[in-house]
């Protein structure tokens, strides 16, 4: 991530989340990433919640070398407890 939008990001990682999101998604999408000189496959985990206005909003993004449930699980579970 290049300097020029770390402090977008982390606002967004530490703004205020709804309480409640009747709908939410959770899922991942499988990427080619290079990590140190090597292509490998890795895991982006996606939580998506619709709000009460019926608005789609992404609640957490996490990057993992396999696609799992548990990490699934995991993420979700720090956008419960943590909002971020």
């Known amino acids: 991530m290049t300097d020029a939008v770390i402090e977008e990001v982390k606002g967004w990682q530490s703004r205020p989340l709804e309480e409640l999101y009747p709908i939410v998604y959770l899922d991942a999408l499988m990427v080619?990433?290079?990590?140190?000189?090597?292509?490998?496959?890795?895991?982006?985990?996606?939580?998506?919640?619709?709000?009460?206005?019926?608005?789609?909003e992404v609640l957490g993004l996490w990057v993992s070398a396999d696609r799992r449930c548990e990490v699934l699980a995991a993420g979700a579970d720090?956008?419960?407890?943590?909002?971020?």
């Not at 090597?38 to 998506?48: D, E, G, R, S, T």
């Not at 720090?78 to 971020?84: E, I, K, L, S, W």
Request: net charge positive.
């Open 32 to 56: 080619k990433v290079r990590d140190e000189g090597h292509i490998q496959n890795k895991a982006i985990y996606v939580v998506l919640g619709v709000n009460l206005e019926g608005q789609k």
């Open 78 to 84: 720090g956008v419960d407890r943590t909002g971020a």
